[in-house]
């Protein structure tokens, strides 16, 4: 423990002292793979053959985020990340409709390595290509809803709060579009090993169903577009170009 | 080497989490079930769970004890050409996916039943609002409807929920308002509920409190008009006596010697069918199996439809509850373009066993006795037209009203709808696990658990 306070605040001086830091926000698709979570939705599909419009499988989606990033070295970044994910399906038979929503919060701590910048001593490409390996927590929160009512599970709304880890990985290149702006698309890939959906098939079904689980791990693959902006220093002599 | 390691490690992370992500089961893809299953029972689990079924290829034959489907959904023709229900009437909540499958059919005909509950307290009927605040009471009012939400929360030990009722500071004026409300409506008398099973009932129900009814239909129309190729494909008067499992496929043979094979049985047929050992099976239900038929509480049960030529009630009522002798009369005709002046009363537990030693006439007067007392009007005997009484536990195809939460049914329905040995599979509404046992909901709900365990097993 103690040498992980060490560590991490000899990184935050690091950040504080003499890096650059970058601020960046970025948006995106979002691709989600919850096998037993779209296992629910194709069950509440079969079990209403006469929808003509079905519940779609939550594959897809829209991701807006925003993080830091600070130079702990050369070529190498360390920066916390907010990241907003909203997959959603629905289907409308009017006057009936069913939606089911899943809202994903994650905090993100991210390390970015510059392959091509270990060795110089000025950045001065306009083209940078990195590599991000983070890890941090999620908050998933999902909803259901019939004909615009939130289900209940029990005598309760159905609103729970799930919280586990993810760890992710992704490849990015930074384009300079100006002295302290660059281009920033990304691909990211995001696991969260073990999610436990409380009740979610019963919310879904309005009954069990053993066969089905609430329980899988959550694969997500991101593509996304961002903004990066360099928060210049005064005594900044490594990344002036 | 560290780029090497930079690109080795995304590698190293990502390659297995794509391996684990192709073991998805397909639901009911390719791979699911495609043999041929036979059905015992053609009430609403039965239908439905056909319909599924062959829906995804499964070959599907439906066996049926009575002269028509239906089961425990039945209608009589009345005077003036009435068609009353005899057997469910209420549509609980509109959270369900019998709701989903009434707004796919007729989405104009389904109701929010109108109107107020009226109590019967000390000769006077009164409504919700005037026992929540009438300062005579003392606060007895309010208390009870605070405990009529409390179930799903229920903290104590397992006893009858006339013992729970004990222990609150309520006037004796609600001992039939409380047999009415809680006992009468659960499908038996408050002697016989548990709290425990209460809690699993309530705590599950998730389709909503509001009640519906349809504007000009019948319930089972729903179905017909929805399934109409399951259901003329029904096998109509085929009681089944005895299900052999104990080879590799299983054979079925009725009271009339018919012998049917599958590869897999769905029993629908009611609880009291179960109960009463009518269907032998070979080998026997486990232990285990057979004490959940007979721990999950099911009562007598009788409909009582009373027909007048002018109402006598109040306009705004729904509901009259608390009688002595009938719990609760439902005015059946509220709101409804298909039946005027009518009303119905569903008695089950200990009140429906007194009845079932009466005959019709007997009812019939006692009824008219009973609605003369609560000051509804004059004249009641007058306006009184035709009565109909269905007895559902003296029907030897049915034997009960619906399963209601017993002292000792803690945790049985998941017992009883267990699948056994991968050939016999079981539903109804008896064996809905999750609160929405006893209504036409949770019996769809159990053929669609059943219907996707045949298919993926």
């Known amino acids: ?241 | 080497m560290i780029r090497q390691l930079m690109l080795g490690l995304p590698a190293g992370l990502i390659i297995p989490s794509l391996f684990s992500a192709c073991s998805e089961k397909d639901l009911i893809g390719d791979g699911a079930f495609k043999g041929k299953v036979l059905i015992i029972g053609g009430g609403v689990a039965g239908i439905y769970a056909a319909s599924l079924l062959s829906k995804y290829g499964v070959q599907v034959t439906v066996l049926e004890a009575a002269v028509k489907t239906g089961g425990r959904i039945a209608s009589v023709p009345m005077a003036g050409g009435d068609v009353v229900e005899t057997g469910a009437e209420v549509i609980r909540g509109d959270k369900s996916i019998f709701n989903d499958l009434i707004r796919f059919v007729d989405p104009a005909d389904v109701l929010s039943i109108p109107g107020n509950n009226y109590y019967l307290l000390q000769s006077q009927l009164r409504t919700e609002d005037y026992l929540r605040n009438a300062g005579d009471l003392q606060g007895a009012g309010e208390t009870f409807f605070q405990i009529l939400d409390s179930f799903a929360s229920y903290p104590g030990e397992n006893k009858s929920v006339e013992d729970y009722l004990i222990q609150f500071p309520l006037d004796p004026r609600f001992t039939e308002i409380a047999e009415a409300r809680i006992g009468n409506r659960f499908g038996t008398s408050n002697q016989r509920l548990g709290t425990l099973a209460m809690k699993e009932s309530e705590a599950g129900f998730t389709a909503g409190k509001e009640e519906f009814t349809l504007k000009s239909g019948n319930l089972w129309d729903i179905f017909e008009k929805a399934f109409p190729e399951v259901i003329a494909n029904v096998v109509l008067n085929s009681p089944v006596k005895k299900i052999d499992y104990s080879g590799a496929t299983v054979n079925i043979t009725t009271t009339n010697n018919t012998v049917y094979t599958a590869d897999k049985v769905l029993v629908t047929v009611p609880l009291g069918v179960l109960k009463a050992g009518i269907i032998e099976f070979s080998p026997l239900l486990s232990g285990p199996k057979q004490e959940a038929v007979t721990s999950i509480g099911l009562d007598n049960c009788i409909k009582i439809v009373l027909k007048f030529i002018g109402p006598f009630w109040q306009s705004d009522a729904k509901s009259i509850l608390g009688a002595l002798h009938i719990p609760e009369y439902r005015i059946y005709s509220a709101g409804k373009d298909n039946s005027a002046n009518t009303l119905t009363a569903t008695v089950t537990g200990e009140k429906a066993e007194l009845l079932s030693a009466m005959s019709d006439g007997e009812i019939q007067a006692m009824a008219l006795a009973e609605l003369t007392t609560l000051h509804l009007g004059q004249g009641v005997v007058a306006l009184f037209q035709q009565i109909y009484v269905k007895r559902w536990g003296a029907d030897p195809l049915i034997r009960g009203g619906w399963s209601y939460p017993s002292l000792s049914g803690v945790g049985q329905k998941e017992v009883l709808a267990e699948p056994v040995n991968q050939k016999l599979f079981f539903a109804g509404e008896a064996t809905n696990t999750n609160g929405h046992s006893g209504t036409i909901h949770g019996a769809m709900e159990s053929a669609y658990r059943a219907a996707i365990e045949i298919l993926e097993q």
């Open chain 1, 1 to 241: 423990m103690k040498q992980t306070i060490l560590i991490i605040s000899f990184l935050l001086a690091g950040l504080g002292a003499k890096s650059q830091n970058y601020f960046h926000v970025y948006g995106g698709y979002s691709s989600i793979k919850a096998d037993e979570w779209n296992r629910s939705i194709k069950a509440f599909n079969y079990a209403r053959p006469w929808l003509a419009d079905q519940l779609r499988p939550l594959n897809a989606g829209l991701t807006a985020g925003m993080g830091f990033s600070g130079a702990i070295t050369r070529g190498f970044f360390l920066g916390p990340e907010l990241q907003y994910s909203r997959f959603k399906s629905e289907a409308s038979n009017d006057p009936f409709s069913a939606m089911v929503r899943l809202n994903v919060y994650r905090g993100t701590m991210n390390a970015d390595v510059y392959p091509l910048e270990f060795d110089v001593d000025s950045v001065e490409a306009t083209i940078r290509p990195f590599l991000r390996i983070g890890a941090g927590a999620t908050l998933f929160m999902p909803k259901v809803a019939l004909s615009d009512s939130v289900v209940n599970v029990g005598n309760e709304v159905y609103n729970p709060l799930v919280w586990t880890f993810h760890y992710n990985v992704g490849v990015g290149c930074k384009f300079l579009l100006s002295n302290r702006i660059e281009l920033m698309p990304m691909v990211l890939y995001t696991r969260n090993p073990t999610v436990d959906l409380d009740n979610f098939n019963i919310a879904v079904h309005g009954t069990t169903i053993p066969q089905l689980s609430n329980i899988n791990s959550v694969n997500n693959w991101q593509f996304m577009v961002g903004i990066s902006i360099k928060i210049k220093k005064a005594d900044d002599e490594f990344f002036e170009r």
